[in-house]
């Protein structure tokens, strides 16, 4: 997929354009229309986002205002493709946050290891909600290998890496990725886990052996099964507080008591939910649940 299919305007063509929007009562119809054709939850993102990240695409386009760029994705299939891509935001790297990971590597695996030790059957369980092109998930699976070492066999892990945009989720599976997204990787690190071939990185066979990526749209699918450590970061951000909240429910939910869940350092539990979970470090975003199943 290329970048940007269509031509960028000049500023006088930017200007009319979005006075042109501001102004567009089109706006309802093209969102009903991106739903009923990708079933893209629409109505639940934050409106403003979500407008900004449609006009990309109506400016992109050259159209003058949402009617006409309906009439454009309802002859453009692609289109749709590069509106899914302007609406979900992907940036992801290895290690983001690295102090976060600091927390996840000396103290929650360590203690979700300990809590299984007397257990016959050692099972942990990730889950990455809204894992973009899969450095979350893969940066996980190091810390885990690493901590393991040589009890690794011993335990049963299982790491499942969710996003909505398939695009994302086939670079996720791939596992190659260009040097600037492993700038938090050290020189041992790539060295143990990526295999370098020319300009680009290819994660390991055992960290993809640790891994399933799977589309799932998280405010209408809920994933199953329990976890013992669900991290979703940067990704409620884009979405209404109510959905947040609801979501942040459902990882309750999905939580084994006293699993672990971190969320984006620009996020914060809302409402019923931050009741139900025990901070264990605020400035990282670690939580933990306290409470039974609501
Ligand atoms: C900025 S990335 C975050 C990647 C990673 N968690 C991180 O912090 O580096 C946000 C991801 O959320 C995904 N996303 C947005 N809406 C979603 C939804 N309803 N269900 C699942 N994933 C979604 C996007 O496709 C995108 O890949």
């Known amino acids: 997929m290329k970048l940007n299919k269509y031509?960028?305007?000049?500023?006088?063509?930017?200007?009319?354009?979005?006075?042109?929007?501001?102004?567009?009562?089109?706006?309802?119809?093209?969102?009903?229309?991106?739903?009923?054709?990708?079933?893209?939850?629409?109505?639940?993102?934050?409106?403003?986002?979500?407008?900004?990240?449609?006009?990309?695409?109506?400016?992109?386009?050259?159209?003058?205002?949402?009617?006409?760029?309906?009439?454009?994705?309802?002859?453009?299939?692609?289109?749709?493709?590069?509106?899914?891509k302007a609406l979900t935001i992907n940036v992801s790297e290895f290690f983001r946050n690295p102090e976060t990971f600091e927390v996840i590597e000396k103290e929650v695996i360590p203690f979700l290891i300990k809590s299984r030790s007397d257990s016959l059957i050692k099972s942990i369980r990730i889950w990455s909600a809204g894992c973009a092109t899969g450095e979350e998930a893969y940066s996980l699976a190091i810390l885990l290998h690493k901590v393991l070492n040589r009890d690794y066999n011993k335990y049963r892990i299982s790491i499942i890496g969710t996003d909505i945009d398939t695009l994302s989720l086939e670079k996720a599976q791939k596992g190659v990725y260009l040097e600037n997204v492993l700038k938090n990787v050290d020189a041992s690190t790539k060295e143990n886990y990526f295999v370098k071939l020319n300009e680009t990185y290819q994660v390991s066979d055992q960290l993809k052996s640790m891994i399933r990526f799977k589309r799932q749209d998280m405010i209408s699918e809920s994933c199953t099964g329990r976890f013992d450590l669900i991290i979703c970061r940067n990704v409620m951000i884009y979405f209404k507080k109510e959905v947040q909240e609801q979501l942040q429910l459902n990882f309750h939910k999905a939580l084994n008591r006293g699993g672990f869940l971190v969320i984006g350092k620009a996020e914060t539990l809302l409402g019923a939910a931050s009741n139900h979970f025990k901070t264990y470090n605020s400035r990282e975003r670690l939580y933990i649940k306290e409470t039974k199943d609501i």
């Open 7 to 84: 031509r960028v305007q000049t500023d006088e063509e930017k200007i009319k354009i979005g006075k042109n929007l501001e102004e567009d009562i089109g706006f309802e119809l093209l969102k009903r229309a991106i739903k009923e054709s990708t079933g893209f939850n629409c109505e639940q993102y934050k409106e403003a986002h979500f407008r900004r990240r449609v006009n990309v695409r109506v400016r992109a386009t050259s159209s003058e205002n949402y009617g006409e760029y309906l009439r454009l994705l309802k002859k453009d299939s692609e289109e749709y493709e590069y509106l899914i």
